[in-house]
């Protein structure tokens, strides 16, 4: 019975010491400050996860209001407007402006998955939030 209780006592003792250890709130890790221009009200976030296969593009779109995509699962390339092409790692955050041109949006794996979690910041009268463009129109 003493053998129980050392071991009891034992096991309350280490994890006591691992709840001191730990901070009193988790810690905060900046990620990105992003402006959003032209300024909009926002009366919605709408969040979408997009799952990628490997080597899968999102093809050419757009988006009426802004849309803010944290990568959370592998790697992505990506051109958005005129900017030239970039690589967004995972844990790194993307901007899609409104209106700008989405040219793509590609896992930059060929063996494995990747996804993105999106949000759009819509406001009441946001209706179509995603525009997918038609290669022969532009």
Request: with cysteine.
């Amino acid at each position: 019975m003493s053998l129980r209780f050392a071991a009891a006592f034992g096991l309350a003792a280490v994890a006591a010491s691992a709840a001191l250890a730990q901070p009193a709130i988790p810690s905060r890790t900046p990620l990105a400050v992003i402006p959003v221009s032209p300024g909009k009200a926002v009366s919605r976030v709408e969040t979408t996860r997009v799952d990628f296969a490997p080597g899968q593009a999102m093809p050419e779109h757009k988006h009426t209001v802004p849309v803010i995509c944290f990568v959370t699962a592998g790697d992505f390339l990506t051109r958005i407007g005129e900017a030239p092409e970039t690589r967004a790692p995972l844990g790194s955050v993307t901007y899609e402006p409104p209106q700008v041109v989405v040219h793509y949006f590609r896992n930059a794996s060929t063996t494995a998955p990747a996804q993105l979690t999106c949000a759009s910041l819509a406001g009441t009268e946001d209706t179509v939030l995603n525009v997918m463009l038609n290669p022969k129109a532009r």
